[in-house]
């Protein structure tokens, strides 16, 4: 019986022999994390430019968060939403008034607040904008990434999320992104209840649409009646330089969808915001999970997001994306690996000049690790770069300066 690691090649073997082969890591094993830096097993740093997938916006184990979840810990858990608890309002009203909204709903993990995002919007679509029952349609946009329940899936264009999957749920219909055209044309069918989009597309490979196409999505939505439902699972909570993505073009919409850095990383923790003429339109029994809404969600969310206001992590987020960005476009002009730099804040990519079949990114990937640093690419070619926003600027070059010398050196 194994109890504990002391080699990466222990961790690795272990995990390949007893554990679901559904995801393909990088070879380091990591063993702790503060702030910008993880360490690995054998105790060499690395800078983190993942982020867990914008999870840990904060910083790995912010001492504040921590502590928030150790006092609550001693105190009370989880008691489900079979009773009240003493934290599950405060929370509420924090995040509402942070946002916006006049009702909350907490759930676990990003997948599951989408898929609550889902059931109001019809429930709406039947109940108050009157399409007929089982009818009703949310136009989703391709490349979209929602999570990985069958219900999202079958929203999803990607072959490989799909594929073997089968059957799908109905109801979605999949226009492309970023084009206000065919927007125009889906959102006038009168069964139409919701327009499910992210603000910028991360998983995808972070597409950054057009300035005014978030602006002119609201206004048609607003036209035909049809809820905006805004993921912003991996943009929201200061990312991409402001408090939420969609504040870039003062768009508010109907339905919020927030996860992974709501909890800094922390716990597993969504929410989804709405008005009381879509969130009320559930009653009780008619949704809910053991484990949302509970006591330490509560607290660690509250802090979570304290820490992120308090820190002005927008603020440096939008600073340094800016400098991020200025370094790869110098670099770009030093070579011609890489195709594009794009992005927002600090949810960047570059784009390597080879096809996504080809192993370049990823092996530009494994050197970035030989150097310090972890990133890994999404859909072949696409080297996303994210790093906790808790970063600054000598640390942003200094890790502009790794990704410089290992793409200037790098060989096929
Ligand atoms: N939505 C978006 C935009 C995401 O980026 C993700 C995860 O990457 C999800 C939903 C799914 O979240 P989870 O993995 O917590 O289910």
Known sequence: MVETISTSREAILLEEQYGAHNYHPLPVVLTKGEGVFLWDVEGKRYYDFLSAYSAVNQGHCHPRIINALIQQAKEL????????????????????????????????????????????????????KGIPDNQAVIVCVSQ????????????????????????????????????????????????????????????????????????????????????????????????????????????????????????GGVLPISVVLANDEIMLVIKPGEHGSTFGGN???????????????????????EKLGSVFRRRMEELMKKTNLILQVRGKGLLNAIVINDSPQSETAWNICIDLMNHGMLAKPTHGNIIRLAPPLVINEEQIHECCDIIEQCVLNFRK
């Not at 990434?145 to 059957?167: E, L, Q, V």
């Not at 006591?295 to 440096?316: G, I, T, W």
Request: with cysteine; hydrophobic share 45%; aromatic share 8%.
């Open 77 to 128: 858990t989880l008691t489900s939403r079979a009773f009240y608890n003493d934290k599950l309002g405060i929370a509420e009203k924090y995040v509402c008034e942070t946002f916006g909204y006049q009702k909350a709903l907490f759930m676990n993990s990003g997948a599951e607040a989408n898929e609550t995002a889902i059931k109001l919007a019809r429930k709406w679509g039947y109940t108050k």
């Open 295 to 317: 006591p330490l969600a509560a607290v660690v969310c509250m802090e979570a997001l304290k820490v992120v206001k308090d820190e002005a992590l927008a603020d440096n987020a």
């Open 144 to 263: 979209n990434f929602h999570g990985r329940t069958t219900t999202i899936i079958s929203a999803s264009s990607d072959a490989i999320a799909r594929s073997g999957f089968g059957p799908f749920m109905p109801g979605f219909k999949i226009v492309a992104y970023d084009n206000v055209d065919v927007l125009k044309e889906a959102l006038a069918n009168p069964d139409v209840c919701a327009l499910w989009i992210e603000p910028i597309q991360g998983e995808a490979g972070v597409y950054v649409p057009q300035a005014g196409y978030l602006k002119a999505a609201e206004e048609l939505c607003l036209k035909h009646n049809v809820l905006l439902m805004m993921d912003e699972i991996q943009t929201g909570i200061a990312r991409t330089g402001s408090m939420l993505a969609s504040d870039h073009e003062n768009v508010h919409p109907d339905i919020l969808i927030l996860g992974k850095a709501i909890s």
